[in-house]
Structure formats: C-alpha cells, structure tokens
C-alpha cells in the first residue's frame, strides 16, 4: 500500500468485479452498486475488461473475485441469522455491501477498515456516483501495520462484547505474518458466536509448474503495483494455526469446491482455474 494514495489493486479488483455484472450471465456475485460506484470513468475500464472477456487468467480472476465475495456475504446471512448484528470489511476498497445492506432492518451494523487514503478516494466515489452512506455505515481509517485493530475499531464504537463476522478479502496475500497473526488474536478474543471469511494465497510448495508460472506472473504485476504479496499458507498449516487460537469451525475451500458450490451448469465455461488461491471461514 503506497502511502497517501488510493489502492490500485483495490480499484482492479472494483473494475473486476463490475466486469462481471455484465459479462457473465447470471452473475454468481449480483453487486447493483458494483458498477456505479466506478463512476463515468468506471465505463472505460469496464469496457476495457470486456475487450479480454474470454481471456483465461482474466476469466478465472473475474470468477475467484465473484467467488470470494458470494462466499463472505453467504456466510454474513447465515451469521445474521443466528444473531451477529456487526459486520467488519477489512480492507474494503470499493466494496458496496454497507450501501446496499440486507440486513439493515435487522440491525446489523457494517465497519468498513482500510488506509485512510483509500477511505477519502472512496468517500470522494460514493459522493460522485450519488451513494448515499447509510447511518449503518462505519468508517474505520486504519494502518494495518502501525496501528491496532483493536484500538480502531473500539474508537469507532464496535461492542466488544457481542459476536462479529469479520471479512478479510484481498488483504490476507499483502501482510506480514505478525499483521495476520495480530488479526486473528484480536477475532479470537471476542465472544462465541464470532467468525472471520478470508481468501489466501497458497504457498508456492503447494503448486504445480503452471501454477507458479501463474502466480510469479501475478506476484510481479501487484508488486509494481506498490503492493506486493507477502503471505502465503499451505491449508493444513493454516488450519492448525486457527485450531491453536481458539477457532473450533474450520471451512477452507479451493477450486473444485468453489466450481461445485457457485458455477454448477453454467453454460459459459466461467469457473475457478488453478490452486493459487483459498477461501476459508474460521468460527468460535
């Protein structure tokens, strides 16, 4: 993350996601918002992604993107139904879940955490597109590597005291593993009833030749980007790291699962390719 500035892979993954609602018929991720939070702006980059539709890496980045989100906001309806009424978005970028809430009647209340920077070019988006933020909407200007999660949101008037789901979604790859580990204390140290959904990138042991290929690919397009990937796991690892701290629920989900789950008989070959990336849900 450069500081003073915006995200640029939050605005890629924005543009991405756009893409989709009007790529791919039907979406597997409906977003009404994902479009004209771009702006006028959003059209030629919209535009620009369409030009390389069907093109593979872009096609299966577009259907991972879709994936992660359907994945976070499934798990957030499932929660809400048990009684979790805070939804905290890590990294938020330009997501648009807070301004177009579901659940706003039941109560519950969306923080949205990211780089101040980030926050005030969204803020300036929302503004420009005529989005009204909802006073269910929280935002929380944080470092995620200077300052605590904790602090932050506490400041913000997040309960500790009641269960929360927190989203983590394309942040995870970029921290350091005292940032991640830091996280995932403070998510364990709130009441039962708690989870967190996050994608991660998986470590490169774990990969096939094409695989890496792909991710070096990757690696050096975000780290010229100004933000490069740091953090990697392989799945049994990482499920013996949330057991540790105190998580007892454990989802990880690849390719095939995601492919089962969100793009069953689909008649536009649109489907997760290749092992790079991970979802996975951890609950107290």
């Known amino acids: 993350m450069l500081e003073f500035k915006p995200s640029r892979t939050a605005l890629q993954v924005a543009v991405r996601r756009a ?9 597997v991720f409906t977003d009404p918002l994902a479009v004209p939070v ?38 957030l309806a499932r929660a809400v139904d048990m009684g979790v009424r805070q939804y905290v978005l890590l990294g938020a970028g330009l997501d648009t879940f807070a301004y177009r809430n579901p659940h706003a009647a039941a109560g519950l209340r969306v923080y949205e955490v990211d780089y101040p920077s980030t926050q005030h070019w969204k803020r300036g988006m929302l503004e420009a597109a005529g989005i ?33 789901l927190f989203a983590c979604l394309g942040v995870v ?26 994608d991660y990138a998986v470590a490169r042991s774990s990969l096939n030749l094409l695989e890496r290929l792909a991710l070096d690919a990757l690696a050096k397009r975000v780290a010229a980007a100004g933000e490069p990937f740091r953090l990697f796991f392989e799945p049994a690892a990482l499920a013996r790291r949330l057991r540790l701290l105190g998580f007892d629920r454990i989802e990880d989900v ?22 790079l990336g991970r979802i996975a849900a951890a609950w107290l």
Do not use: C
């Not at 893409?19 to 979406?27: D, F, G, K, R, Y």
């Not at 059209?43 to 976070?72: C, I, Q």
């Not at 790859?173 to 996050?198: M, R």
């Open 173 to 198: 790859p970029y921290l350091t593993d005292e940032a991640f580990t830091s996280t995932l204390e403070f998510v364990a140290s709130l009441p039962g009833g708690t989870g967190i959904a996050f």
């Open 254 to 275: 690849g390719r095939d699962e995601l492919n089962q789950r969100y793009f069953a008989n689909r008649q536009d070959d649109f489907h997760v390719r290749g092992g």
């Open 38 to 75: 771009l702006g006028p702006e959003g059209a030629v980059w919209v535009a620009d992604e369409g030009t390389r539709k069907n093109h593979p890496v872009g096609k299966a980045l577009r259907a991972f993107l879709a994936a992660r989100s359907r994945f976070a906001e499934d798990e």
């Open 19 to 27: 893409a989709h609602q009007i790529l791919e018929t039907p979406p």
């Open 132 to 164: 009204a933020i909802p006073a269910s909407a929280v935002f929380v200007p944080l470092n995620f590597e200077h300052q605590t999660l904790a602090a932050g949101l506490q400041a913000s008037g997040f309960q500790v005291d009641q269960p929360a």
